[in-house]
């Protein structure tokens, strides 16, 4: 019998050394890298978005900026006045009034009772004379036929616009209606009918019956 040791060297690759041999002589397969299923796929290959274009600034630029008209303040307004004071006799109180170019009388609406007043608006032509106006008359007490007191407000009219008076273009055919020759042959029938109705009185009677007769035909 074989000891063990030499049962041991007598194995050869045909018997108990074969499959250990195959699986060394068997190419080593390369495992591909374990790819995480949570991971979300690549994305396909596109070409790269264009880049935005730049955001517009926050501020235009100086030069760009509309420039707004700032005119100085001339339109103000007298208001409290009293109801029955009429545009000449507030002229004469004011008198004098400095230079402007709009004056415009509001008498006092009856619909606002009792908050009866009336107002003026005045544009003035140099704005030094505004606060000499208000200084004169801010608080200026006037008083009515009856012995009222009404103190006036003068303040900056809140519209500063006036009001433009236009032209009204001369109408060329004003005046023009006896050169019309319509107009003409209108007046010469007219004046025709009206000598023969003159000259003989008895067809003039003879149309007023048979008129006369249609009427009471149609009442009867």
Wanted: charged share 30%; glycine share 6%; net charge neutral.
């Amino acid at each position: 019998m074989r000891s063990e040791r030499e049962a041991g060297q007598g194995l050869g690759p045909g018997r108990g050394g074969g499959r250990d041999s195959r699986l060394m002589d068997a190419p080593l397969l390369q495992e591909s890298p374990r790819r995480d299923t949570d991971a979300p796929p690549n994305p396909p290959l596109t070409s790269p978005p264009s880049p935005l274009p730049p955001p517009p600034p926050l501020h235009p630029a100086p030069g760009k900026q509309r420039e707004e008209k700032k005119t100085a303040l001339s339109k103000v307004v007298i208001r409290r006045l009293p109801p029955c004071l009429t545009k000449e006799q507030l002229e004469e109180q004011l008198h004098p009034l400095p230079a402007h170019d709009y004056f415009e009388f509001c008498t006092a609406d009856p619909s606002l009772y009792p908050h009866l007043y009336s107002r003026a608006y005045i544009n003035f032509r140099n704005p030094e004379d505004i606060l000499l106006f208000r200084d004169r008359f801010d608080g200026y007490v006037f008083i009515d036929n009856k012995g009222l007191e009404y103190p006036a407000v003068v303040e900056f009219a809140p519209f500063q616009k006036i009001s433009k008076k236009k032209l009204k273009k001369k109408d060329a055919k004003a005046g023009s209606i006896e050169d019309d020759p319509e107009y003409r042959k209108f007046l010469e029938n007219y004046c025709a009918d009206e000598d023969k109705i003159c000259a003989n009185p008895e067809i003039l009677l003879g149309e007023i019956e048979a008129k006369t007769r249609e009427l009471i035909g149609l009442f009867s």
